[in-house]
């Protein structure tokens, strides 16, 4: 069997496994909800014609029907962390983690070269960590950080492709300062020689549904939950019209919010600029975040003649149907599996084990 397959069948084999009563009024629940989500999308849908009128009338979207090679970069580079977190006995968790860089010196003729910039286990103790989740997700930013800074310090002009947005975490955390000090100082360098493109699969913002209902007067984006939401549905309406080329709409001054974090990486003279595209109609929609070291607003032109080359970029490095190609490389050759961690940690408890029964019978409780 394959992957898919198998994780499949285990679905299939949990489900039949629960309790038949529980099941029932389960299943009673998921018809419900899945009525008044029939019924929210349709009231979305009769929402979405409206709205692209307008912003197609402001042109607020753009196609791009062919390649501009003279605006591609051959040299690229992915980049991507994974980690996985197994134990918690006692309070005490094992953090897998890993960081990977894909090169292509030469564009798609080049064959790729795998770097793991990364990869250790850390320990973790939940009494000086509470929060557990956001601190092995702190450190795996923080080496995919380190990656990007060690790229940038190489001097050599490419393009670097991030797996997820250029301010990751999108929120704030406790003791976050020399984090976002690191990270920004890691993208100054970079963008030296390089341009950055973030490319952010799951948007739970609402950025652009603010950005169209007070630049364009567009009250009937409040109704969508997110900006995914909202571009999803707007992308699929224009590709009812449009079938060749990749749509994107304009960029919107992420740097121009005064919260936080994103008020911490203009301090830190790093300005982040986004917009959604789509390469074609099976491809996902995606936010692309571009950072700069000088406020938008101050260089306009520079900032559109930058978005056309990434637009050209993403266009040359994404097959249909797929992520940009360094992205989805990054991602699969970083990915720690849950498995994985699992089996390590049965060999962490393994090696621990003396030839004292007492500790024997401890190691076999840990599990």
Not at 74 to 86: E, P, T
Not at 182 to 192: G, I, N, T
Not at 232 to 243: G, V
Request: proline share 4%; charged share 30%; aromatic share 12%.
């Amino acid at each position: 069997m394959k992957y898919e397959e198998l994780k499949e069948l285990l679905k299939r084999i949990e489900f039949n496994k629960t309790e038949p009563e529980i099941l029932a009024k389960l299943v009673e629940s998921a018809q419900i909800k899945g009525e008044k989500a029939q019924r929210e999308l349709r009231n979305l849908r009769g929402l979405t014609g409206k709205i692209v009128d307008v912003l197609w009338s402001k042109d607020f979207f753009f196609i791009n029907n062919k390649i501009n090679e003279t605006e591609v970069e051959k040299y690229a580079v992915g980049i991507d962390g994974s980690f996985q977190l197994v134990g918690g006995i006692g309070g005490k968790w094992y953090l897998f983690l890993s960081v990977t860089r894909i090169l292509f010196k030469n564009g798609l003729e080049s064959e790729p070269e795998v770097e793991v910039f990364w990869a250790d286990i850390d320990e973790i103790d939940e009494q000086d960590t509470p929060s557990i989740r956001l601190a092995a997700e702190e450190k795996m930013l923080t080496a995919e950080s380190k990656a990007i800074l060690n790229w940038g310090s190489k001097d050599i002009k490419s393009v670097v492709f991030i797996d997820g947005p250029i301010i990751d975490p999108p929120f704030s955390f406790r003791n976050d300062e020399d984090y976002i000090n690191y990270r920004c100082e890691a993208f100054r360098v970079c963008l030296k020689n390089s341009i950055v493109i973030g490319c952010v699969k799951r948007v739970r913002d609402r950025f652009f549904v603010n950005h169209i209902i007070n630049k364009f007067n567009v009250k009937e984006a409040e109704c969508f939950p997110t900006d995914q939401h909202l571009m999803l549905l707007l992308f699929t309406k224009l590709r009812q019209n449009i079938s060749l080329g990749s749509l994107y709409t304009n960029w919107i001054d992420l740097s121009e919010l005064n919260t936080k974090p994103y008020k911490e990486y203009k301090e830190n003279d790093v300005y982040v600029v986004s917009f959604f595209y789509e390469r074609d109609i099976r491809s996902k929609v995606l936010r692309i975040d571009v950072p700069f070291t000088f406020p938008p607003s101050e260089n306009v032109d520079l900032v559109n003649s930058t978005i056309s080359k990434v637009i050209n970029i993403l266009d040359y490095w994404t097959y249909p149907g797929q992520d940009p190609l360094p992205v989805l490389l990054a991602h699969e050759k970083c990915n720690i599996r849950k498995g994985a961690a699992e089996v390590l940690y049965e060999e962490i408890l393994t090696k621990s084990r003396s030839v004292d029964p007492f500790d024997q019978l401890v190691a076999s409780r840990m599990r």
